[in-house]
């Protein structure tokens, strides 16, 4: 017997009869002997209309407004699969968060979580109930609903399941697990048994949206074991584990790719100390993440300076360094949207050599040419033009041996 929480996305709660295969599901785990807290997010598609609905209204709607609108998609799934769970014989009841209390910080429309009072849920849980938990949502400071941001149902899973000391935490998506990329481009692409923390973290971070990248840094602090299934298939998961759990450690897991990248080079800058302070320094002040980044060797006393921006924010930027460019003094700015981030990440790489140069001899082999590297201990990332997108991740992912059978 075990206690596990069952979180559902919006595609599992779409509809009534989704939800009556979710509440099939939960039954399945009850009659099994398990202690079971649900958490629901809203049914597909509402919170994006009760967002847009915010806006119509007003652009600079008040925040706090927006959270009580919001959050009403996942009040309305609680109740519903509640009911769907009590017309199967199971004693379930429906949670809002400032019911359990979930306790927030008051950052409305973002917030995060400071504290949830596990006491009263898992009281009731060992007397048999089944509490359906509303995502999203908890209680702030000033006793007014709050939201956690987009996607932050998951987040309220995982908190919850450190919370009610749960041995693991249950995600229902639309995908059947963590893939060794994506299956869309990759038809040899392979589920994972399991994956670490870290290496869901940078897959998340560059492009594989199973799960919000808060959940996962949750659950790493909090060591909460995370398995991602489909609510749709009787298959086991994709367990998200302490690298520890993870026995075979193969150099790298996982390939990730994203296009939401642009680069941008600062031509013929000055070579000198706080050059690179004068560049970045008002990019940071403006709230622009800036990722790769290279500098070329200086020639004249100039140099170029090149690095990755999301491709959004390029106008922006932009605008920043002209304002400041006649106090750096550079001859131009060279920008391109054409690229792509690809990016292979594997624990198995702080003991195995050679990881980086399989990707550029793989690469070069494919005759596509590299324009910025960046590594770190478990990830390797380069750009290249967003043409070689598609060809550069199968040729790496046969290439890592990660192709299936
Ligand atoms: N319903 C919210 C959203 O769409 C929260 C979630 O589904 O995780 O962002
Ligand atoms: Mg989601």
Not at 98 to 107: F, N, R, V
Not at 139 to 157: C, E, F, K, Q
Not at 235 to 261: F, H, M, N
Request: with cysteine.
């Amino acid at each position: 017997m075990a206690r596990i929480v069952m979180k559902f996305g919006g595609t599992s709660v779409a509809d009534l009869d989704r939800i009556r295969n979710v509440a099939a599901r939960v039954k399945r785990e009850v009659d099994a002997g398990h202690e079971v807290a649900v958490v629901v997010s809203a049914m597909a598609g509402v919170t994006n209309q009760l967002v847009a609905w915010c806006q119509s209204l007003s652009p600079l709607h008040d925040a706090r407004e927006y959270d009580a609108v919001v959050a009403t998609g996942e009040q309305v799934t609680a109740g519903l699969t509640a009911i769907a769970l009590q017309e199967l014989g199971v004693e379930a009841r429906s949670w809002q968060g400032w019911q359990i209390p979930l306790l927030t910080d008051g950052a409305h429309g973002k917030a995060r979580i400071d504290r949830i009072e596990g006491a009263e849920l898992i009281r009731r849980m060992q007397a048999g109930q089944v509490p359906v938990v509303a995502g999203f949502q908890g209680i702030g400071p000033d006793h007014r609903v709050t939201t956690l941001g987009r996607g932050g149902s998951d987040t309220s899973a995982v908190a919850l399941a450190a919370a009610l000391h749960a041995e693991r935490c249950d995600i229902y998506t639309d995908v059947d697990g963590i893939y060794t990329t994506d299956p869309r481009i990759v038809a040899k692409a392979r589920k994972l048994d399991r994956i670490a923390y870290e290496e869901m973290l940078e897959l998340a971070s560059v492009g594989a949206k199973v799960l919000q990248t808060r959940s996962v840094e949750l659950a790493m602090k909090e060591r909460v074991r995370v398995q991602v299934l489909s609510s749709f298939a009787d298959t086991p998961g994709s367990l998200v584990v302490d690298e520890d759990e993870i026995v075979e450690k193969a150099a790298v897991a996982g390939i990730a790719y994203s296009r939401e990248e642009a680069k941008l080079t600062v031509r013929r800058v000055p070579d000198r100390p706080g050059i690179a302070a004068a560049i970045f320094g008002p990019l940071a002040a403006a709230g622009i993440n800036v990722d790769m980044i290279v500098q070329n060797i200086g020639a004249d006393g100039l140099t170029d300076m090149t690095f990755t921006l999301p491709r959004a924010d390029l106008p922006r930027a932009r605008k920043v360094l002209d304002g400041v460019r006649a106090g750096i003094g550079f001859a131009e700015l060279l920008a391109d949207a054409d690229v792509a981030k690809i990016s292979v990440v594997g624990v198995g790489m702080r003991s195995h050599a050679g990881v980086a140069n399989t990707m550029f001899r793989t690469l070069a082999e494919k005759g596509i040419n590299i324009q910025v590297i960046s590594t770190s201990e478990i990830k390797v990332s380069v750009l290249i033009g967003a043409e070689y997108t598609e060809l550069a991740v199968r040729a790496l992912h046969t290439a890592y041996g990660l192709d299936a059978a």
